[in-house]
């Protein structure tokens, strides 16, 4: 089995406080036959002990969806509430044996929300 070095890439920003998605094609040469499981975290800092911004998605978990080659990471506007910044991410892909053998990382940009303040007519 393959064993693949870490991509990256700098997912484009998000309003806080939105609901939103994160949507991206697999290559047609990457092996989705291997994918046993998909993990998503974003991070205050870089490293494992650094703080978990938003709580980890999971394939196994249905947070996240795999369908043919495309990856659908959905957040919630509770999830997108937590902190605004530029944080990041990692997102692994497990395979049977339980070990990631592909990698995706960069940074995850949430732009603080201006205004939020109630509009009462």
Known sequence: MATY???TYNIPAYQQGNVADFEFDLDSNF???EIADI???VRKGQGVT???IIPEKLLSGAT???TDRT???TFSSEEMK???GSFYYEIDFINLDGDPFATIGGTFTIEKETNNQKVTE
Do not use: G, R
């Open 5 to 7: 070095n870490k991509a």
């Open 31 to 33: 092996p989705i036959y």
């Open 39 to 41: 993990s998503f975290q």
């Open 50 to 52: 650094k703080e978990l």
């Open 64 to 66: 996240i969806t795999l």
């Open 71 to 73: 990856v659908l990471i």
């Open 82 to 84: 937590l902190q605004y």
